[in-house]
């Protein structure tokens, strides 16, 4: 029970000071790019409404017999979390390609019971906390990433250049407790950066690449 408490209360933490890293990026013009999310506004919205959607399915199709977490980027999805059986894990997958706005899925969901809270609790501050390490990150995009930990894997999805995706799995490998770190990156040039960080948004959806633990 003190561990759960001191997990939560360290998810609070880590919550808080994100939060800062984000909210201070208004009053300073020089890091707003690299801190600003690379999709354009349809593609974040799509991403949204990928995981509203396919999450209320999976739940109402699945009930008990699964926990399925929806995690979408530039129209990339990744599922993870547990499943009863092999059966339930084919059929999410197929589900969630079927989905017209759904241009690659990343099914990772393990056969087995549905996972504790305290393990739940333990997954969301060890992503957080890795999140607000690539915050504080100098040149690292970490507004254009997302982070996910489900028991001794994280699992990472954006849209970075080669020698920031480097730099995204370094940082992520060396947190404590972290065995494997798989990265569903799209990978863009640094010209391609430029770009897009002199006009704030990524107007075109990116290359898909192959996950490299």
Known sequence: ??????????????????????????????????????????????????????????????????????????????????????????????????????????????????????????DAYLSSKIKTQMIFTNDLPSNSMNIIAEGTNVYLMGILTQSEAEEAKRIASHASGVKEVYAYFDIISDAEKTRLEKLGKAENTQPITNPKP
């Open 1 to 122: 029970m003190l561990r759960l408490g001191k997990l939560i209360f360290g998810l609070l933490i880590v919550q808080a000071l994100a939060a800062c890293g984000i909210l201070a990026v208004g009053g300073v013009a020089g890091s707003a790019a690299v801190m600003s999310d690379r999709r354009s506004p349809g593609v974040q919205a799509i991403d949204v409404g990928i995981e509203f959607e396919a999450g209320n399915q999976l739940s109402k199709r699945f009930g008990d017999n699964a926990h399925i977490n929806v995690t979408a980027f530039n129209q990339k999805v990744l599922l993870t979390g547990e499943v009863k059986d092999e059966k339930i894990k084919a059929d999410a997958g197929s589900y969630v390609s079927s989905l017209k706005n759904a241009r690659a899925v990343f099914n990772e969901l393990v056969v087995g019971p549905n996972s504790e809270y305290s393990a739940r609790a333990n």
